[in-house]
């Protein structure tokens, strides 16, 4: 059966924006900066759009941010048009939306995964004897999200490796708590990402198991930015504005290490060591289609997906 997002929630949604219109964000008149409202969670992908805010690098491309953090992104895609304009996501929430038949596209990358710089983990604990992937079976996994590119590359390494996913039961932790939970033992292992990885690694007992994403293709991005189609086919100028200043801030991010990490901490809240040991992620504005592709595999082969999507309008923007 298909994995599907829950995206009854985003009703629950709509009222954290309502300071903000109903129609499309993105409008200019009178010289007044286009808008955009955009919803992201405390992942370090979204350090950009943090630091543009921060730094006015969306005011010196005309555009004014209104930001709301969603920690649970896999509600986003169905207030897309209504309360946001702009959302982080992942391709598997992409994907799954699109069979629903919520018409979103991906409008910029966030992140790319190399084998250098991993941004998804496994990792277990040696007092819960995890210190292989395959010794997942019967144990408690905790997951940020059920739905997520890390829940579903974990599957299909875990398959890959001769394990029933089915054998391996899931609790959905948030990030901010992942290294408590882990380190009380009610959970055996945790799937993360960054900046999380860091705070849960900071413990000895913690043990890095690999990166689930690179289990997949060498390279791939697992994080991303969409927007509705239409607001995109409309809005094509802002949005590669939206990019290049987001290029910019990678830039400032690179050049200005300790300020990007200030901005890091404000809005994922984490303690200073874990901000100080973090390991920023590749940053990217592409829009890679190629993989949609292996993430669309990877929901059929392990996840059991069915159905037609077409991948095409998924990265409309690409051209």
């Not at 900066?33 to 969306?58: D, K, Y």
């Not at 998804?120 to 819960?128: H, R």
């Not at 791939?220 to 802002?238: E, G, P, R, T, Y």
Request: hydrophobic residues 45%; negative net charge.
């Amino acid at each position: 059966m298909a994995t599907i997002p829950k995206l009854a929630a985003v009703a629950a949604l709509l009222v954290l924006a309502s300071g903000c219109g109903a129609g499309a964000g993105a409008n200019s008149g009178d010289g007044d900066p286009r808008t955009l409202r955009i919803a992201h969670n405390s992942n370090a992908a979204a350090l950009p759009v943090q630091v543009a805010m921060a730094e006015g690098i969306f005011a010196k491309h005309d555009l004014k941010v209104e930001y709301t953090k969603v920690e649970n992104i896999g509600t986003l895609p169905g207030t897309l048009g209504r309360s946001f304009d702009i959302a982080l996501s992942v391709p598997t929430t992409v994907i799954a939306a699109a069979q629903q038949g919520i018409p979103v596209t991906q409008v910029s990358g966030a992140t790319l995964d190399v084998e250098d710089n991993p941004t998804g983990f496994v990792i277990g604990s040696k007092s819960s004897g995890i210190t292989d992937i395959t010794q997942l079976e019967g144990k408690t996994l905790g997951v940020l999200t059920e739905t997520g590119t890390t829940h579903i590359a974990t599957k299909a390494w875990l398959k890959k490796e001769g394990v029933d996913p089915a054998s391996v039961k899931i609790v959905q932790v948030d990030g901010p708590a992942q290294a408590d939970q882990l380190a009380a033992g009610r959970i055996d292992a945790v799937e993360t990402v960054m900046p999380f990885a860091t705070n849960i690694l900071g413990d000895p007992n913690a043990v890095n198991l690999g990166d689930p994403y690179l289990e997949l293709a060498p390279e791939l991005s697992a994080i991303l930015w969409i927007a509705k189609q239409d607001f995109a086919a409309q809005n094509a100028d802002v949005l590669a504005d939206f990019r290049a200043a987001l290029d910019e801030a990678a830039r400032f991010i690179t050049d200005n290490d300790a300020e990007a990490r200030t901005v890091l901490k404000e809005y994922t809240g984490l303690p200073d060591p874990a901000i100080k040991a973090a390991k920023l992620p590749t940053y990217t504005t592409e829009i890679r289609p190629q993989d949609m592709e292996v993430w669309l595999r990877a929901m059929k082969d392990a996840d059991g997906f069915t159905g037609d999507v077409d991948l095409d309008k998924l990265v409309a923007s690409a051209g």
